[in-house]
């Protein structure tokens, strides 16, 4: 790498890390907001013993969140796992303030970690230039999904750490870092069901019996901690959240399903001027793309480059989780790299460069996709620019499978 690109990435990167600094991660600990109260709160009525199946009726745990807020803030767990109440339980015997400002900074930690689990886990099967890791890291702390993610509390960067310490393990054959990953990921915020899927379909040496037995025995442990009473009342509620909420039809959901949703059902306070009102069409369109890539997926990956395998799984893991709002896309920062260092590493055309970055683009980029004019009619196709980034960042790592290698 010439010297004059080095000192331009170095630079690029001080900028980006002061502006993570000073303008996200500061102002981010010192704020309290939704999302990290829905968080701290189900953390908080575990550490006291009142985690029962009421906090899945949302009036309920409403209320709850604005006691602790002095009326300030309101939020719901909704669809997200009993297990989610472990994720902040560190933190319950801590004030909201207190709390906010160590679960910020553990964040950046984790930022880290993520990183250097991913730069290791790639690095197993191809070699990983150290400036190209320098610039894919000034890229993802001005990541415009990262940063919402910081802003609001949200625990997505703990999901990309999990997600990378998945793929670290299965790259190092480490099975018991792997079934942890794969169990925490799946508790504590029902995702990685496509990993889950690669794991049995993918061609391996030897059955994974360790992974799936270490997968078990957390949700084993998790029952048995927090009772059964509490997961019946969130699968009852599953259903309701996926497939008929209302609000699943807002364009802040950069889903698949929600894609669908939003030009083909009616609804009265979120969405009342679909293309049309065919909610039928919507779910049948949805399950058909659903099944068609997950297919293709398990199907092609069976034998492919396994960092190559696990990226393309995991940006399915986003783009038709029903819910993914701007902040789930986080995750895609594992298969954005992975997808770079493969490039990098074969001396790829630059066709296959200029895909990556249309697809980081539309995924990195601060878009003003959910101004309320995108909301209704045709115009309402540019209102999704995380999902097409997403679909173009899977097509592009399917089409590499081919290309590369397979494993030894």
Not at 181 to 186: H, K
Request: glycine content about 6%.
């Amino acid at each position: 790498m010439p010297r004059w690109l080095k000192v331009l990435v170095t630079a690029a990167w001080l900028a980006a890390a002061l502006g993570f600094v000073t303008r996200t991660l500061l102002p981010a600990a010192q704020t309290i907001t939704y999302g990290f109260m829905g968080y701290y709160t189900a953390a908080w009525l575990l550490a006291r013993g009142e985690w029962t199946p009421d906090a899945y009726d949302d009036d309920h745990f409403r209320a709850r969140v604005e006691a602790l807020t002095d009326g300030q803030l309101g939020d719901i767990i909704g669809y997200n796992p009993p297990a989610v109440a472990l994720i902040l339980f560190p933190l319950a015997g801590l004030s909201l303030r207190e709390a906010r400002w160590v679960w910020t900074l553990a964040n950046a930690g984790l930022l880290a970690l993520a990183g250097w689990l991913i730069f290791r886990a790639v690095a197993r099967t191809r070699p990983v230039s150290r400036w190209l890791w320098l610039a894919l890291s000034a890229l993802a702390l001005a990541d415009a999904p990262l940063i919402e993610n910081i802003r609001f509390g949200q625990v997505y960067v703990l999901l990309l750490c999990l997600y990378a310490a998945t793929l670290w393990g299965w790259t190092a054959e480490r099975d018991e870092v792997t079934g942890l990953g794969l169990g925490l990921m799946g508790l504590l915020k029902a995702s990685g069901l496509p990993l889950w899927l690669l794991l049995v379909t993918r061609r391996w040496p030897r059955p994974p019996w360790r992974i799936l037995a270490m997968g078990a025995a957390l949700a084993l442990l998790t029952l048995s901690c927090l009772g059964p009473a509490i997961y019946v009342a969130f699968l009852r509620r599953v259903p309701e959240e996926l497939m008929s909420t209302p609000w699943v039809t807002l364009t802040v959901f950069q889903s698949t399903p929600s894609f669908f949703a939003h030009f083909l059902r009616f609804e009265s306070q979120f969405n009342p001027a679909p293309i049309a009102n065919w909610p039928g069409v919507a779910n049948g369109l949805t399950l058909t793309v659903t099944a068609v890539s997950l297919g293709l997926t398990l199907w092609r990956m069976r034998q492919a480059d396994l960092t190559l395998a696990f990226a393309a799984a995991t940006v399915l893991a986003v783009v038709l989780f029903p819910v993914a709002e701007q902040y789930h896309s986080t995750l895609l920062l594992l298969p954005l790299s992975v997808l770079a260092a493969d490039l990098v590493a074969s001396g790829a055309r630059w066709r296959w460069i200029a895909g990556w970055a249309v697809a980081a683009a539309l995924l990195a980029l601060p878009l003003p996709y959910q101004t309320p004019r995108l909301s209704q009619g045709w115009l309402s196709l540019l209102a999704y620019p995380r999902l097409y980034g997403g679909w173009l960042l899977w097509a592009l790592l399917m089409l590499r499978s081919k290309s590369a290698p397979p494993e030894a």
